[in-house]
């Protein structure tokens, strides 16, 4: 069908968002969560996003092998998978791999994404915007991450960019070239 990708800062509406335009289709929904409760601010954190939900929503929490829990997910359930961010933290935190297998897994991921029968959205925080990080890992994650969302992308048939809770459609430049 269609998957959806929702970009932005913390905080911008990007999971509000996903919610709002999955509980839309009228559809089943399963949220597909990749945060990892390792210290107390990720507990209430993820706390704060589980009474967010409707309790009538299946979640599944799977903060390393998304690839394999999407192809889990019952077909005609819309699917949010949020978030990137915290699934690339986790792949390089726990399993230290190399940027290219991220980029392999991602790729794997983004196209069962899109070609699942009911819409997909998945969350990414954008992070390249701010200054250059200070140290080495920090900026490998920042560049890693943004290649999974590019990579993202390329499978999306809708790219926003959240800003203050408002989407902003982004458009790829190379599609319009493409037409004229």
């Known amino acids: 069908m269609a998957m959806t990708l929702l970009l932005g800062g913390a905080a911008s509406g990007k999971s509000r968002t996903a919610s709002d335009l999955a509980a839309g289709t009228g559809r089943r929904v399963t949220v597909l969560a990749t945060a990892q409760a390792l210290d107390d601010e990720m507990v209430a ?22 690839g394999a829990a999407i192809d889990r997910i019952v077909e005609a359930d819309v699917l949010i998978v949020d978030c990137l961010t915290l699934w690339v933290s986790n792949l390089l ?6 940027d290219d ?16 029968g009911a819409p997909t959205i998945v969350v990414s925080n954008e992070v390249g915007a701010g200054i250059v990080p200070a140290n080495a890992l920090a900026r490998r994650y920042r560049d890693l991450l943004g290649r999974v969302n590019a990579i993202f992308a390329d499978e999306a048939s809708t790219v926003a960019l959240m800003v203050a809770g408002r989407a902003v ?12």
Request: aromatic share 2%.
């Open 45 to 66: 954190r993820i706390a704060r996003h589980r009474v967010q939900r409707p309790a009538t929503w299946n979640v599944v929490e799977e903060p390393l092998a998304i």
């Open 93 to 98: 935190g726990n399993e230290a791999m190399s």
């Open 169 to 180: 459609t982004l458009s790829d430049p190379l599609a319009t070239l493409e037409k004229g």
């Open 101 to 116: 297998e991220v980029c392999t897994r991602a790729a794997s991921a983004a196209n069962a994404c899109a070609a699942r």
